[in-house]
């Protein structure tokens, strides 16, 4: 048996130094994304795209549930998105918000990923600039 929360944890590690010649140790080559068939090559980009469009972007659990083959996390950011940012214009201000987001493994890897961002929260302090 595999333990998920480790794997999860050298996941995060993996993508916060940007390591994405070893992204296919921790995600399936047949992943999926909120239904959405990207496979290792379509989630790369989509984590490459986060990266640019989000240069500080940190991935950090606040919280870490495990119940094989799922892991469910909230993951908290602290980060200034540039330009537009889930269709709200951050334009490099600095925001705070999470992401719950479930896993499912297969064979040791993320084979399926769920995922909402607390968009409201964004809203609110955008309203405030």
């Avoid at 999926?32 to 989630?43: D, I, K, Q, S």
């Avoid at 984590?47 to 991935?59: A, R, T």
């Avoid at 987001?101 to 607390?118: E, L, N, P």
């Amino acid at each position: 048996m595999h333990d998920l929360t480790k794997i999860y944890r050298g996941y995060l590690d993996c993508l916060n130094a940007q390591d994405w010649s070893n992204l296919g140790l921790f995600v399936h080559d047949a992943v999926t994304h909120n239904g959405r068939p990207f496979g290792l090559a379509g989630y790369r980009a989509m984590l490459e795209h986060d990266f640019e469009q989000i240069p500080d972007l940190s991935f950090s659990a606040e919280l870490l549930v495990s119940e094989p083959p799922v892991i469910a996390a909230r993951l908290s950011f602290k980060c200034s998105p540039q330009g537009i940012f889930l269709g709200l214009p951050t334009n490099g201000r600095t925001v705070s918000f999470v992401e719950h987001i479930f896993y499912q493994f297969a064979d040791g890897r993320i084979k399926t990923a769920w995922s909402v961002i607390d968009k409201p929260a964004i809203e609110a302090q955008l309203a405030r600039y």
